[in-house]
């Protein structure tokens, strides 16, 4: 029997697994490198904790790692039910919560590391936590793909710790009550986009789709809906996601060095969001709250057929 203690939290709407104690260990080397390790080795954990039916398809899990910046509180592998992330905007808002549910940390400024680089957050006192994200900059404009069933889709290529398609088109109104064909949708974006070979920079892989647009309540906020590697669409507007569209907002002129920009995501739940001028892009800050939702303790029984998880 396997034992993993976890604390489980959610960021507006989308979950985040905080995964304590009981994972093996990962060897030393940058955070980039034990994600290596963790993928060639240890993948099978990924998806026990991660995948059905212990976790689900929205699921991203957090492993909790000794920073190799001594300036950071911790360093953190972010994963999910198909894979690895390089950062996770709504995860580390979540992780920042958890740290401060354990009285790891407490209000204030504090550094994180990730595969991708050092991120910091501040926590304050009402709870709400701000990321300061990794620079995230547009890496292309006016890219078209052909969609099967929808036609000729144009957008952005945009990284904010993980890379993004991002448009504005959309064939149904931003709300709820479509995500069905959102999803679908962003899924035949992402498989037109694979099936031409359109990338990020430096063979970066586009695994999130965004659409953005107007909220259609009135508000005058933007909403998006974000698809993300393993078939789920982000509950939370999606951390990374709206760094990538800070960046592409940044480089139109529509968005000024400090002007608010509140984001919502399919829910209706919101980032406040601003940025600041980058060597190369813009180093974007996000404030969301996440809340916990459960503490436990999750075994592995050596004859369960699905022990490590229900896998793709
Ligand atoms: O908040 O960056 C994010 C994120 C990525 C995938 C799911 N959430």
């Not at 929205?58 to 592998?77: E, F, H, K, N, Y």
């Not at 480089?251 to 919101?270: F, N, P, R």
Request: glycine share 16%; hydrophobic share 40%.
């Amino acid at each position: 029997m396997q034992s993993l203690t976890v604390i489980d939290s959610h960021t507006v709407g989308e979950p985040t697994r905080v995964v304590l104690s009981g994972f093996p260990g990962l060897g030393g080397g940058s955070l980039a490198e034990r994600r290596a390790r963790f993928r060639d080795a240890f993948d099978h954990w990924r998806s026990a904790i991660a995948c059905e039916p212990r976790g689900s398809d929205t699921m991203v899990a957090a492993l909790l790692q000794a920073p190799v910046d001594p300036r950071c509180c911790t360093g953190v592998i972010f994963f999910n039910n198909v894979g690895y992330l390089g950062m996770c905007g709504h995860g580390t808002i979540g992780l920042t919560r958890t740290l401060a549910h354990l009285g790891r940390i407490g209000p204030g400024r504090h550094l994180i590391e990730t595969p991708v680089g050092v991120v910091g957050v501040e926590l304050h006192a009402d709870g709400r936590v701000s990321i300061d994200n990794v620079e995230s900059y547009r890496a292309a404009t006016g890219v078209t793909v052909e969609v099967p069933g929808y036609g000729t889709v144009v957008g952005d290529v945009a990284w904010g710790g993980n890379w993004f398609f991002i448009t504005a088109q959309s064939p149904v109104p931003l709300d709820f009550a479509h995500r069905s064909e959102l999803s679908a949708y962003t899924l035949a974006i992402q498989r037109a986009i694979d099936a031409a070979g359109i990338g990020g920079g430096n063979g970066g892989v586009i695994d999130h789709i965004e659409v953005n647009g107007p909220a259609p309540d009135g508000s005058g906020q933007a909403r998006n809906f974000v698809m993300c590697p393993g078939g789920a669409y982000d509950r939370s507007p999606c951390g990374t996601g709206t760094s990538a569209k800070l960046a592409c907002l940044a480089a139109e002129g529509k968005l000024a060095e400090g002007g608010i920009w509140v984001q919502q995501g399919i829910l209706g739940s919101a980032f406040e969001c601003a940025y600041r001028k980058g060597e190369r892009g813009v180093l974007p800050r996000i404030t969301g709250q996440a809340w916990i939702t459960g503490s436990a303790e999750i075994l592995i029984e050596g004859d369960d057929p699905f022990a490590w998880g229900i896998r793709g």
